[in-house]
C-alpha cells in the first residue's frame, strides 16, 4: 500500500505505435502488480500482472516490466489499436492491511 | 460463469440519508473487496471481507462499514451522507488476496 505514482496522466499516440506508461511504489513489501484498463462507463478489468519474484511478463501485445530495486513497474503496449483507448490504472498490494492502492489513471488516446 | 454484479446500479440519496449497497461475487470467490472511485481521488479501498470477517480496512470514516454473508455476498453501507460521498463505488471479488480481482460494474451514487 501507501503511495503509487503513476505517469503519465494522459498519452496520445498514433495507431500502430508502442504506448508506455510507468508506475512507481513506494512499500518495499508490494509483491503483486496488476494493471487494469477502464473503458468509459465500464468496469475496470484486468489486462496482466506480475508478482515480485517475475522481472518481466508478456501477453500478445501487451508486457509488464518489474524493477523491484527501483520500485517501478511500467506496462508496455505494442502495436497499438483504436481499441486501447482507454483509462489504464497500476496497482499494487503490499505487505501492509490496505487492499489494492491505485495509481491516478493514464488516458490512453490512439490517433488514427 | 456469472461475474460479480453489483445493485443497485444508480442511486441517488440526500444528505444525512443511509444507503446500502450489494455485490454478489463470482461463485467460489470468496474475497470481496470494496473500492470508491472519484474522478479526484481515484480509486480508494474501502475494505475486503473473507468468509464473513473483514480482514482489511482502508482509511475511511466509521460512517462507512460493510459486512459479508456465508454465501460470499457482501453489503456496504454508508450512514449520514455527505455530499462528498457521491462517487461509483465498485465491489471486486477474488478466489484469495493475491489473486485476480474481478470487478462488479459498480454501483453510481449521487448525494443531493
Known amino acids: 500500500g501507501e503511495n503509487v505514482e503513476q505517469h503519465p496522466s494522459t498519452l496520445s499516440v498514433q495507431e500502430g505505435d508502442s504506448a508506455v506508461i510507468k508506475c512507481t511504489y513506494s512499500d518495499s513489501a508490494s509483491n503483486y502488480f496488476p494493471w487494469y484498463k477502464q473503458e468509459l462507463g465500464k468496469r475496470p478489468q484486468l489486462i496482466i500482472d506480475i508478482r515480485s519474484n517475475v522481472g518481466e511478463k508478456k501477453d500478445q501485445r501487451i508486457a509488464v516490466t518489474l524493477n523491484k530495486t527501483a520500485k517501478h513497474f511500467s506496462l508496455h503496449i505494442t502495436e497499438t489499436q483504436p481499441e486501447d483507448s482507454a483509462v489504464y490504472f497500476c496497482?499494487?498490494?503490499?505487505?501492509?492491511?490496505?487492499?489494492?492502492?491505485f495509481g491516478k489513471g493514464t488516458h490512453l488516446i490512439i490517433q488514427p | 460463469k456469472a461475474g460479480v454484479t453489483q445493485t443497485p446500479r444508480y442511486l441517488i440519496k440526500t444528505r444525512g440519508q443511509q444507503v446500502t449497497l450489494s455485490c454478489s461475487p463470482i461463485?467460489?470467490?470468496?474475497?470481496v473487496s470494496w473500492y470508491q472511485q472519484t474522478p479526484g481521488q481515484g480509486l480508494q479501498f474501502l475494505f475486503e471481507y473473507f468468509s464473513e470477517t473483514q480482514r482489511n480496512k482502508g482509511n475511511f470514516p466509521g460512517r462507512f462499514s460493510g459486512r459479508q454473508f456465508s454465501n460470499s455476498r457482501s453489503e456496504m453501507n454508508v450512514s449520514t451522507l455527505e455530499l462528498g460521498d457521491s462517487a461509483l463505488y465498485l465491489c471486486?471479488?477474488?478466489?484469495?488476496?493475491?489473486?485476480?480481482?474481478?470487478f462488479g460494474q459498480g454501483t453510481r451514487l449521487t448525494v443531493v
Open positions: 496497482a499494487e498490494l503490499g505487505g501492509g492491511a490496505d487492499g489494492l492502492t
Open positions: 471486486a471479488s477474488s478466489f484469495g488476496w493475491e489473486t485476480e480481482a474481478f
Open positions: 461463485s467460489g470467490h470468496r474475497s
